[in-house]
């Protein structure tokens, strides 16, 4: 039996990558182990978004290669995004590496194996496979398309995963009632854009508002969360159904980037300030209580002071509930790559920290209406003695796993990971909410 090394690196979207992937090789008899010193293959998953990103993927394989050579690990296999891109070099420079497979060659990978004698070459499973590599499993992440049409500036996800390709409504079902089998009680829906879930299917094809409503129909998940959506993807049934269908947490992450048309212009962006505002008021009008997530990127070339004054205006503006920032680094390969990087790394950092920090102001403000609510609270892990007097830690309808805040429960009783405790919120600080657990 082959025991497996796993490392899994990058967004939600490379984790359902790796989840799927290691759920093959573990149907065909690998054996997943935590200490990658122990393993027979490492499998390392690739991050190619951001500079950081790729060094740390870089740095994984240069550990991984070592391994091998001291004897400790038999083979060493890279797929993701940075070896799309970067296959060839990255070949030449680490030829420790056994394997380099990207998104078009993945299928290489259990032929691979089995001719090197870590597997036998059979018959995968009919139904999709996911092995969970967290400590959670009750919050699952389901990917339903692939690849991008967008043609953002900025941005070389559509180099490194190509064009949009929905996944059919019927995989996507089987596989949210397999991650329901296995304990999901919250799940998260990610793509580059779940809005244009559908639109290769052709006009009458299913939508994402279809998609929904099938899983809400054959499952019985309680939460389902809707991770990246550009307002231009935000129609009036999918606003409808939100509003009605309790199930949909109400919570959006709908990324901006910018709020200075001539900046969006230049970022190719699909949205102008008076659209987002727009579109902002239609979620706040028509789903009481949203939650509002976006990201923007500072230091974009041609990025002056009376566009970061147009952004932070705009942000102060609309109150955001939940906010990323993010400065901006050139990606080979991209329109904005070559543009001169004419803002210092200095001006970028230091517009990332103001913008932070007027965005703490504004979410203390926007979450201090949910004060005095009863809620439900889903666990996510017992506290630590020193927490502050609470019995458990979970999150509210609007706080997403891993980005947002945390709820700390008192009194929440025998609850364990994935149960829900009905509390009362008391307050809350920078992002995170104390609740008292309701008999």
Same mark, same amino acid.
């Given at each position: ?15 359902v ?13 690998a ?19 951001i ?12 550990q ?7 004897g400790?690990?038999?083979?060493? +296999?890279a797929?993701?995004c ?8 990255l070949?030449?420079?680490?030829p ?13 990978? #259990? ?30 992440y ?17 180099l %490194?995963?190509?064009r ?18 296995q ?18 299917f052709?006009?009458e ?13 054959? /499952? ?6 809707l ?5 231009s ?6 606003? $409808?159904?939100?509003a009605?269908e309790?199930?949909?947490v109400?919570?959006?992450? %709908?990324?901006?980037?910018?709020a ?14 008076? /659209?987002?505002?727009?579109? +902002?008021?239609l ?14 990127i ?12 147009c ?13 990323? +920032? ?7 390969g /991209? ?12 001006v ?5 920290e103001?913008?932070? $920090? #007027? ?18 609270v ?11 007097g ?18 700390? #429960? $008192?009194r ?8 829900? #405790? ?17 008999p």
């Open positions: 039996m082959m025991k497996l090394g796993v490392v899994s690196l990058g967004c939600d979207k490379a984790t990558d790796s989840e799927r992937l290691v759920g093959e090789l573990v149907s065909r008899g054996r997943v182990v935590e200490d990658a010193e122990e393993a027979d293959v490492l499998l390392i998953n690739t991050c190619g978004f500079d950081a990103a790729k060094q740390e993927s870089i740095d994984t394989i240069l991984a290669a070592e391994l091998k050579r001291s400790r690990v038999k083979a060493v +296999v797929v993701g940075l070896v799309q891109r970067y296959r060839d070099e070949a030449r420079e680490i420790e590496v056994d394997l380099f497979l990207g998104f078009d060659a993945i299928d290489r990978l #259990v032929p691979a194996l089995a001719s090197k004698g870590f597997l036998e070459e059979q018959p995968g499973p009919v139904h999709p496979r996911r092995f969970y590599l967290g400590e959670s499993p009750h919050v699952r389901l990917k339903i398309s692939e690849g991008c049409d967008h043609g953002c500036a900025f941005c070389a996800i559509p %490194m995963r190509g949009h390709r929905s996944e059919p409504v019927e995989q996507i079902v089987r596989e949210a009632q397999m991650l329901e089998a304990g999901a009680r919250e799940i998260n829906l990610v793509a580059q854009d779940l809005a244009h879930y559908g639109r290769d052709g006009r094809g299913p939508k994402l508002p279809d998609l929904l409503e099938t899983l809400l129909r054959e /499952t019985k998940v309680p939460w389902f969360r991770l990246y959506v550009y307002s993807g935000i129609t009036p049934r999918l606003l $409808e159904l939100m009605s309790k199930r949909i109400p919570y959006i992450d %709908m990324p901006i980037q910018h200075s048309d001539r900046m969006l212009r230049r970022m190719r962006r699909p949205e102008r300030r008076e /659209t987002i505002r727009e579109k +902002v008021q979620l706040r009008d028509s789903v009481p209580d949203i939650a509002i997530r976006t990201t923007v500072v230091g974009f070339p041609g990025e002056t002071e009376e566009d970061f004054r952004l932070v205006d705009f942000v102060e503006e609309m109150g955001f509930e939940h906010l990323g +920032v993010f400065t901006y680094s050139p990606q080979e /991209t329109r904005a790559a070559l543009e001169p990087d004419d803002v210092p790394d200095e970028k950092r230091q517009r990332q103001e913008l932070i $920090e #007027v965005q703490r102001v504004i979410a203390a403000d926007r979450l201090a209406r949910f004060a005095g609510r009863e809620v439900e889903l666990v996510d892990r017992i506290a630590e003695p020193d927490e502050e609470a019995t458990h830690v979970g999150r509210v309808p609007w706080q997403a796993d891993d980005v947002d805040g945390i709820t700390y #429960v $008192e929440g009783g025998w609850a364990r990971p994935g149960d829900f #405790v009905r509390a009362l919120i008391v307050g809350n600080l920078d992002g995170d909410f104390r609740a008292v657990a309701v």
